[in-house]
């Protein structure tokens, strides 16, 4: 199954109708199966590998500088 995120214009992250659907995707573990976090503030980090599968979910309080993300990228 391909999923298609079409993201070129603003959109809501916040859980309920409007929400967009990689955020839906992104925080629901019945279907990315694993991840139940809610988007709560700008600077969520999600990271997705190359075959589509999420791997890792880091909160706003992670630095895009850390070692903890960088280590994560880098596997």
Excluded: C, H
Excluded at 19 to 32: A, G, H, T, V, Y
Aim: proline share 4%; aromatic share 12%.
């Amino acid at each position: 199954m391909e999923l298609v995120f079409r993201l070129q214009q603003k959109s809501s992250v916040v859980k309920g109708e409007q929400q967009n659907e990689i955020f839906r995707w992104l925080s629901d573990k019945s279907m990315n199966g694993w991840n139940d976090q809610q988007p709560t503030w700008n600077f969520q980090k999600y990271l997705v590998n190359e075959q589509g599968v999420l791997i890792n979910y880091f909160d706003p309080a992670v630095s895009p500088d850390s070692d903890e993300l960088k280590n994560a990228i880098n596997k």
